[in-house]
């Protein structure tokens, strides 16, 4: 990959991951609710899967996902499901008071890892990094050694801005009502993109 493929790459993957959607909404979640170095497990587990799907699309195997229209409106179709059902539990959990323990670390990982890997929007990010910026006369493994480490710095720095931005709103004077409130607006968020998210597995939406 040459320096100006590089640097359009980090732009792009930058814009991706830096537009909202049910990754920050956990974020800004995880930060409120459990401060933000505990609250960086959730981060660990978006790098996971961001991993994960990086290996997966260099041996084409998200290609296969999104070739599949069964494959990919069962994806669709679960992403909807979970993401409502997490919204659900947010808005009713934010008329309750937060837990005097904390979270294990492992649960907001594996929250944050799911949230990830159930959302397709997820499977087309990595395939237009693999179709627009990887080079087929190239060798994909000398090319993961630019993209890998690159596209995990950018996502590690956007979600730990979105998980400081939470920290920041928990400790603030909010009071009961706006804490209340803003817990209901992020949950609001998780139930709104799975609705979205739903609409375009619906014939003629997307």
């Known amino acids: 990959m040459s320096l100006g493929g590089w640097a359009v790459f980090a732009l792009v993957w930058t814009i991706f991951v830096v537009s909202p959607g049910p990754n920050a909404v956990n974020c800004i979640r995880n930060g409120m609710n459990f401060g933000f170095l505990r609250a960086l497990w959730g981060v660990?587990?978006?790098?996971t899967q961001a991993a994960l799907f990086l290996t997966l699309s260099a041996v084409g195997i998200t290609a296969l996902i999104a070739a599949s229209p069964t494959g990919f409106l069962a994806a669709k179709i679960a992403g909807t499901l979970v993401l409502v059902w997490l919204g659900v539990r947010a808005w009713?959990?934010?008329?309750r008071p937060l837990p005097a323990e904390a979270a294990r670390p492992g649960s907001i990982w594996l929250r944050a890892f799911m949230v990830a890997?159930?959302?397709?929007?997820?499977?087309?990010?990595?395939l237009a990094v693999f179709s627009q910026f990887v080079e087929p006369?190239?060798?994909?493994?000398?090319?993961?050694?630019a993209i890998v480490p690159t596209a995990l710095a950018i996502t590690a720095m956007s979600y730990s801005g979105y998980t400081a931005l939470g920290a920041l709103l928990g400790r603030a004077a909010l009071g009961a009502v706006g804490n209340r409130l803003v817990r209901?607006?992020?949950a609001a968020c998780f139930i709104l993109y799975g609705v979205a998210l739903g609409a375009t597995a619906v014939p003629g939406w997307d």
């Open 92 to 95: 009713r959990a934010a008329d």
């Open 137 to 145: 006369d190239v060798p994909i493994g000398a090319q993961m050694w």
């Open 184 to 186: 209901r607006g992020l």
């Open 44 to 47: 660990a587990g978006i790098l």
């Open 117 to 126: 890997t159930i959302n397709p929007k997820s499977v087309a990010g990595y």
